[in-house]
């Protein structure tokens, strides 16, 4: 059975930082490139960050360059995104993603508050 449990979100004053977490299981997570999407309200979805099955390529919507990382231990079978200085239009559900097989965490809320 494949799952993506996302931990790590919260609220947080604006300048603050979190860590997301996206652990999974039932597939080859080593083999597939992930990515971390987020959902604000009243807006569509959005890809925040990706990177490929080795970290060797990883992207940012401009939005979050700088601030955030995506990173990810194969090991583990975990992605993470280090979030800082966030600021309250990072407010959303944030969710891991495997596009390839399409397979979706459950999401997690992260609240900045102004």
């Known amino acids: 059975q494949v799952k993506l449990v996302v931990s790590g979100g919260g609220l947080v004053q604006h300048g603050g930082s979190l860590e997301l977490s996206c652990v999974a299981s039932g597939f080859p997570f080593s083999k597939f490139l992930m990515e971390w999407h987020r959902q604000a309200p009243g807006k569509e979805r959005e890809v925040v960050a990706s990177?490929?099955?080795?970290?060797?390529?990883?992207n940012y919507i401009p939005s979050v360059k700088g601030r955030f990382s995506v990173s990810r231990d194969n090991g583990k079978n975990t992605l993470y995104l280090q979030m800082k200085s966030l600021k309250p239009d990072d407010t959303g559900v944030y969710y891991c993603?495997?596009?390839?097989?399409?397979?979706w965490g459950q999401g997690t809320q992260v609240t900045v508050s102004s």
């Open positions: 990177i490929s099955s080795a970290s060797g390529t990883i």
């Open positions: 993603h495997a596009p390839t097989p399409n397979f």
